[in-house]
């Protein structure tokens, strides 16, 4: 059953949407980007919301099939583009500002597709309101190609988003967070197509044993295992059987996180970098 609806968020995201002829929505099938597409359909109508599915070998297979099929199931006109960041060295060299190159190359074949065929839309994404207190340089691709945030825009925190999405019975409400596979490397780690596919595959591995979140951190060859904090010690119990079908796909070894599964830990050495620096110059 539907839960209540927070008719505040809704009448501003109504608002919001009156004052655009259409949207193109960069749609990756999580829960963000879904609410984003649906509520451009809902507002706008079919005929005015194109979801445009960036089809990347740092997307999860699953999550591109789930994009098409939440598409498919709510009547949302999509198309499928290669943003082809992979052959772009500033990207697949993995540096600190890896995130702003992957969304450049997203945001310049949607630009090409807007000028092309949707000159009167706006290009649209589903960054929300507690994205922006991380360090997400994809945001500083957004402005500079002036994509838009209505979620952000108006007010959505990642609980409203949970909340709006569950009301209007999108079966993504509660799709645990899936980041992009490139976000498993550690910067300056390159980032290839074999690389990914290895990490995608562990994480499948992980997945078919009964754990749904799961963050597969590839660490000079090896493979660092985070699960949440409650189900360590089942992953620890498991993981001897399951380090032979790893080193098949091509990890020398693999390792279980002790301290479990943690958003954005990869980044902790840009604030660790940061806070050093501040001290030296103090």
Known sequence: MANSLNTELYEKTKKWFTH???ALVALSGGVDSCLAAFLSRHFLGKEKTMAVIGDSPAL???DLQQAIDFCTVHDINYQIIKPGEINDPRYNSNPEDRCFWCKNSLY???KSLKEDQFPDYTIINGSNKSDLGDYRPGLKAA????VLSPLADCGFEKEDIRAMAKHFNLKEWSKPASPCLSSRFPYGESISIKKL???ENAEALINQHGFSDVRARYRTGEVSIEVPANEITRLKEILPKLTPSLQKIGFSDALADEEGLVSGKLNRVLFKDQNNSEERTQ
């Open 20 to 22: 655009h002829q259409g």
């Open 60 to 62: 999860k297979r699953r």
């Open 108 to 110: 310049t074949a949607m």
């Open 143 to 146: 402005d500079q190609y002036r």
């Open 197 to 199: 596919k290895m990490v």
